[in-house]
T-cell receptor, first 111, second 117 residues
Framework: DADVTQTPRNRITKTGKRIMLECSQT?????MYWYRQDPGLGLRLIYY???????NKGEISDGYSVSRQAQAKFSLSLESAIPNQTALYFC??????????FGQGTRLTVV | AQSVTQLDSQVPVFEEAPVELRCNYS??????LFWYVQYPNQGLQLLLK??????LVKGINGFEAEFNKSQTSFHLRKPSVHISDTAEYFC???????????????FGRGTQLTVWP
């Protein structure tokens, strides 16, 4: 089994719809992250959580929300999807150094 | 805040040639340093990391990187590349200090390495 599992792997949704991306990890780490990848821009941090009671905004949190349901689960929601949120989304977990384990990614298309 | 600059967005090389992918960072605190690799349609995989000790670190697939504190650089090298090394490579740093940002990764924009036969 993968260390970090993201569902779904691919999703097409319509503008204005709410969508949730889910992430679970088996590494036992406290820290979890959501990143967005766009061509030429690298990875940009959306939200991060250092434990179940700790949620922090990253560089590009507008239009997104998160929920840390348990140590191993961290979900990302788009409350009202818009086309410029079309991207590849990655969940990750890390130890205190930041050495991270990434999921396989969710390719989201908003039409 | 930290920032990471990968100086080349694309690096084309021929098979069996050496390669260097450059990475510079700026930070007001000490950092940990990482290189990640992303193969097509896959997530990121840790290639190597510098936490402390020897400034020359070796990673998977024959890659190595050298931490140069005075130049704030962490360049990635491989003496002889293979076609299978074609991928995107990301340099990243994280805070060593305590506080709310401990462990948070800051990424460069990536370098696409293409190895030609």
């Amino acid at each position: 089994d993968a260390d970090v599992t993201q569902t779904p792997r691919n999703r097409i949704t319509k503008t204005g719809k709410r969508i949730m991306l889910e992430c679970s990890q088996t590494k036992g780490h406290d820290r979890m992250y959501w990143y967005r990848q766009d061509p030429g821009l690298g990875l940009r941090l959306i939200y991060y959580s250092f434990d179940v009671k700790d949620i922090n905004k990253g560089e590009i949190s507008d239009g997104y929300s998160v929920s840390r349901q348990a140590q191993a689960k961290f979900s990302l929601s788009l409350e009202s999807a818009i086309p410029n949120q079309t991207a590849l989304y990655f969940c990750a977990t890390s130890d205190f150094t930041g050495g991270a384990f990434f999921g396989q990614g969710t390719r989201l298309t908003v039409v | 805040a930290q920032s990471v600059t990968q100086l080349d967005s694309q690096v084309p090389v021929f098979e069996e040639a050496p390669v260097e992918l450059r990475c510079n960072y700026s930070s007001s605190v000490s950092v940990y340093l990482f290189w990640y690799v992303q193969y097509p349609n896959q997530g990121l995989q840790l290639l190597l990391k510098y936490l402390s000790g020897s400034t020359l670190v070796k990673g998977i697939n024959g890659f190595e990187a050298e931490f140069n504190k005075s130049q704030t650089s962490f360049h990635l090298r491989k003496p002889s590349v293979h076609i299978s090394d074609t991928a995107e490579y990301f340099c990243a740093v994280s805070d060593r200090g305590r506080g709310s940002t401990l462990g948070r990764l800051y990424f460069g924009r990536g370098t696409q390495l293409t190895v030609w036969p």
